[in-house]
């Protein structure tokens, strides 16, 4: 009778590994897709972003200025003006390099979740890595779009550029996206380099629309996270109560 009720005692502690077990392959492949999307996600961002900085400082060292031929008259214009905002440039980069390197390591913990079967701490600090991520995008993201739009709309004006020759235009203050959208308004003389410019533009843009994404994959992937980290503590408490039965 004894032997009985031993035998039946310790039934739940034997099954308990191979439900973990199975908890924790289901989740493979989600950590895995999303992770994956937010490394891909960032490393884009990233070379936008780069190539945004290499025009930037090609067209400050190498080009100089613009020659406008406005009608009545002809001027240089300083390819930057004196007021130019690149904060948002260099916390968008951040938030693809971040990205990137978190996409990683939650493709890391992917697959260590799939050959584990006990509580994994990198889980937990995959948790906390991406609760950081959702700030970090979101705050980016909230300041991105806020400076574009408070510089929205401006122009340069002919005259002021005009007697301000050999100086950074002094009015406003601006974006590079804003800056040389503003810039293309004007008679540009060499339309090859309108057609750069344009194509800059486009990618300026494309780097700045990239932090909706990079912040929806970022939830997307903390609440898989989530959910995988509730799922090994669960198994967790499930063990540790077995275990309990048994020594009773």
Not at 124 to 130: K, N, V
Request: net charge positive; proline share 4%.
């Amino acid at each position: 009778m004894g032997i009985s009720q031993h035998f039946h005692r310790a039934t739940p502690a034997s099954t308990s590994a191979p439900t973990g077990t199975a908890a924790a392959s289901s989740l493979f492949w989600p950590l895995l897709i999303s992770n994956f999307v937010l490394s891909a996600l960032s490393i884009t961002n990233l070379g936008l972003i780069s190539s945004m900085v290499a025009f930037l400082l090609d067209q400050k060292h190498n080009v100089h200025s613009y020659k406008i031929d406005w009608p009545g008259s002809t001027f240089n214009l300083n390819v930057e003006p004196a007021n130019l905002w690149t904060d948002q440039g260099h916390t968008s980069n951040g938030v693809a390099g971040y990205g990137f390197f978190l996409g990683l390591f939650g493709m890391f913990v992917a697959w260590r979740v799939r050959k584990s079967t006990r509580p994994l701490k990198s889980v937990t600090a995959l948790l906390i890595l991406q609760f950081l991520a959702v700030l970090f995008t979101l705050s980016a993201l909230v300041f991105v779009f806020v400076v574009t739009n408070q510089t929205t709309g401006q122009s340069i004006r002919a005259p002021i550029a005009a007697n301000t020759e050999g100086s950074n235009y002094a009015e406003f203050k601006w974006t590079p996206e804003t800056w040389f959208k503003a810039v293309l308004d004007l008679p540009l003389a060499d339309e090859q380099r309108r057609d750069e410019i344009d194509s800059k533009i486009t990618n300026m843009v494309a780097w700045r629309w990239m932090l909706v994404p990079i912040f929806i994959v970022d939830v997307i992937a903390f609440g898989v996270t989530t959910f995988a980290w509730l799922k090994q503590r669960k198994n967790s408490t499930t063990r540790a109560s077995s275990a309990n039965t048994i020594e009773k």
